[in-house]
Each structure stands twice: as C-alpha cells, then as structure tokens.
C-alpha cells in the first residue's frame, strides 16, 4: 500500500545498537504505527560513540569474529524489517530538516540514560532540534532507573513535549514530581503479538531446553551461572544460552545471533530464566513459563519489576521463588488470567499512543 498521503511519523531510538530489545522494539514500534494508517520509519540516526561501540573490535580474534558474525545479522535483519529513513543523520541538528513530519517519538529503551549516551544527553534522543511543527513525544522513554527530571537540561527540554510516556513507574513519579505530567506505559515489543514476520528457526534445536539470557558482567554474572547451575541439578532439561557473554553452567551457547534468531529461541523456549527485561517481556508475550533474576546493581531491575508488577507476576522473582524441588514443582504461571490482564494494558497503552498522534 502507498505511503502518498499518510501522515509521516519519525522514531528515534537505540535501533543501531547491537542489541536485540533495541531493534525489536523499534520493529515494533513502526508495525503499530503503519498498521494505524502512518507512514511510520526510524530516523537513521547514528551518533559517533554507538558508531565506535559497534564497530571496534573485541577483544580477541574469536569474539572479534562472534561480533562481526552479529553485525551482519543485525544489518540484515534491519534491512529487511525495519523501516528506516534514507541516508544516515550523524547531527541532532538535521533531524528535523528534511521532511514535512507530522510527530516525532522517542523512545523506547534507555534512550534517557547518560550513561549510554556517553555521559552527556543527547539532544537527538530528547528531540531537542527544530521539528518544524511536527509534534514531539516520548513513548516508553526510559532512563534506566537514573533520576533525571530535576537536572535543568531534562526539565527544560521535557516542557517542549506534546505527550510524554515513559517506561518505568520510578521516572513517572520523578517526572511528575517536577511540575511535568506523564504516563507509565508498555514498551513497545508488547504492543504486538505477532512475530512471524521476523522469527527466524534456522539455529534452534529440536529439544526441550532452558534458555538462558543474561546481560551486564561480573558479580550478576557470577550470580545468575551459579543460579542455572542449581537449576539444572532439578531438571533434565539441557541449557542453551545466549547473550554476548557464555556461562559455564550452559550445555550450549550460541553468541553470534540475529534479532530473528534470538525470538526464535524464546518462542521455541520450554522454560526461560533472565535478568534483562526484554527478555521477561518476550517470555510474557510468549507465554512462557520463565523466572526472573534480578541484577545486583537494584536500580536495574525497575523496568523488569514495573512490568512484573502489572501482571500480577512478582512471585516469577528468584528473590521471592526461594526453594524448589524441580521445575515441575514451581507454581505454574496461569497465562489465561496473565494474557488478559496483559492485553488490557496493551490497549490502554497503544490508546496513549494514538491518542498522543491525534488519533
């Protein structure tokens, strides 16, 4: 269907980051919107230090070569699935100036947070150029659990947005504490259901399996190996792991993969356990019997604990799971109770969405 006459909508976001949430929310993102009736695509906009953070080299021939296999899947996933604007925007400055557009997003994921923008805000992430009119909004904006909203930076720009929607209920209450009004809602990924658009099988094995995805390093990393170890004394289920980083409790790791591949594994997943949030979110989406491993660092975990919190699933904690005999022990999730609590958000938060858009 034609694009002519639709009107335009501009998302920015991490999706050039060698991230799987990244690029899947964003893929998200613009499949709701073009499905609403918009001509919806990611602003193709790559600021120098995530340019520097993908391509540099790892360290040692092998990761080198496991990272050099996720940029190509990456690349082509994107190519393939994403809608993106021509050419490349490395200024924040000309980001607006190209186009009759009629809204600017950003957001979702840690768009907010400094730490990843390298310590500075970032002015394309704010949407803080020249939109010509075009309206601004944040949806599902986070800061990683960073307090933000009283920095003089933050206020000011944020007094510039049309709607403001935020991941996190930590980052509502700091917003609203600052003479601001926004609104927690659902990232993105769980906007939609439907992946098999994307989905790609071609590395899943054909056995039941635990699957692991864990982010961050050191003792969290420690932690949650010693965790799998446990658990798989319990259960006869082999572990597959993936991430950017292996674990010696996995029976198979598979680094390298594609956005395609790794919803593949959760989809095929016969049980899941993680610390990221999305990948609680996709096994929520997926219905699928998980557990959640919180991060050592607490600010971590709020995005995981919003969302756990929404569907009623806080007991899925390790934290609060304490002892069990096997996994056929653990309290099943009852997903007919879950999914309509979980689809009544989806509609309150794409409601926002449109709403936000003037729809």
């Given at each position: 269907?034609?694009?002519?006459?639709?009107?335009?909508?501009?998302?920015?976001?991490?999706?050039?980051?060698?991230?799987?949430?990244?690029?899947?929310?964003?893929?998200?993102?613009?499949?709701?919107?073009?499905?609403?009736?918009?001509?919806?695509?990611?602003?193709?906009?790559?600021?120098?230090?995530?340019?520097?953070?993908?391509?540099?080299?790892?360290?040692?021939i092998k990761k080198s070569i496991e990272k050099l296999r996720k940029i190509i899947g990456f690349y082509q996933?994107?190519?393939?699935?994403?809608?993106?604007?021509?050419?490349?925007?490395?200024?924040?400055?000309?980001?607006?100036?190209?186009?009759?557009?009629?809204?600017?997003?950003?957001?979702?994921?840690?768009?907010?947070n400094k730490k990843l923008t390298s310590n500075?805000?970032?002015?394309?992430?704010?949407?803080?150029?020249?939109?010509?009119?075009?309206?601004?909004?944040?949806?599902?904006?986070?800061?990683?659990?960073?307090i933000i909203a009283n920095d003089s930076y933050v206020k000011q720009v944020l007094h510039s947005f049309d709607s403001i929607g935020v991941r996190e209920a930590s980052l509502s209450k700091d917003i609203n504490a600052n003479s601001l009004t926004s609104t927690v809602v659902l990232d993105p990924s769980l906007l939609i259901k439907d992946y098999d658009a994307v989905i790609s099988y071609e590395r899943v094995p054909q056995v039941e399996?635990?699957?692991?995805?864990?982010?961050?390093?050191?003792?969290?990393?420690?932690?949650?190996?010693?965790?799998?170890?446990?658990?798989?004394?319990?259960?006869?289920?082999?572990?597959?792991?993936?991430?950017s980083k292996g674990i010696a409790s996995s029976d198979m790791e598979i680094l390298d993969i594609s956005p395609g591949d790794w919803v593949g594994f959760f989809k095929r997943a016969a049980f899941v356990v993680t610390n990221s949030f999305h990948g609680t979110a996709f096994s929520i989406n997926f219905e699928k019997q998980f557990?959640?491993?919180?991060?050592?660092?607490?600010?971590?975990?709020?995005?995981?604990?919003?969302?756990?919190?929404?569907?009623?699933?806080?007991?899925r904690n390790t934290e609060v799971v304490g002892s069990f005999d096997s996994i056929?022990?653990?309290?099943?999730?009852?997903?007919?109770?879950v999914t309509p609590k979980l689809s009544s958000i989806v509609e309150t938060s794409r409601d926002f969405l449109l709403q936000s858009l003037g729809k």
């Amino acid at each position: 269907m034609s694009n002519l006459g639709k009107l335009k909508v501009r998302v920015l976001t991490f999706h050039q980051a060698l991230n799987y949430g990244a690029v899947l929310q964003a893929y998200a993102l613009c499949k709701t919107l073009n499905d609403a009736g918009y001509d919806a695509k990611v602003s193709n906009y790559l600021p120098y230090y995530f340019a520097f953070q993908i391509y540099r080299p790892a360290k040692g021939i092998k990761k080198s070569i496991e990272k050099l296999r996720k940029i190509i899947g990456f690349y082509q996933f994107r190519k393939k699935n994403l809608p993106t604007t021509e050419g490349l925007f490395f200024f924040p400055r000309n980001l607006g100036a190209r186009e009759d557009v009629h809204a600017f997003i950003c957001g979702s994921d840690q768009i907010w947070n400094k730490k990843l923008t390298s310590n500075n805000y970032d002015d394309g992430y704010f949407l803080n150029f020249e939109t010509h009119g075009g309206l601004r909004i944040a949806y599902a904006a986070s800061s990683g659990g960073e307090i933000i909203a009283n920095d003089s930076y933050v206020k000011q720009v944020l007094h510039s947005f049309d709607s403001i929607g935020v991941r996190e209920a930590s980052l509502s209450k700091d917003i609203n504490a600052n003479s601001l009004t926004s609104t927690v809602v659902l990232d993105p990924s769980l906007l939609i259901k439907d992946y098999d658009a994307v989905i790609s099988y071609e590395r899943v094995p054909q056995v039941e399996y635990i699957l692991t995805y864990v982010v961050g390093s050191g003792e969290t990393l420690l932690g949650f190996n010693d965790y799998v170890e446990q658990l798989k004394k319990k259960t006869n289920l082999i572990v597959l792991h993936i991430g950017s980083k292996g674990i010696a409790s996995s029976d198979m790791e598979i680094l390298d993969i594609s956005p395609g591949d790794w919803v593949g594994f959760f989809k095929r997943a016969a049980f899941v356990v993680t610390n990221s949030f999305h990948g609680t979110a996709f096994s929520i989406n997926f219905e699928k019997q998980f557990l959640f491993y919180p991060h050592g660092q607490r600010t971590l975990n709020q995005r995981q604990e919003t969302l756990l919190k929404a569907v009623n699933l806080e007991n899925r904690n390790t934290e609060v799971v304490g002892s069990f005999d096997s996994i056929e022990s653990l309290e099943s999730i009852d997903y007919t109770v879950v999914t309509p609590k979980l689809s009544s958000i989806v509609e309150t938060s794409r409601d926002f969405l449109l709403q936000s858009l003037g729809k």
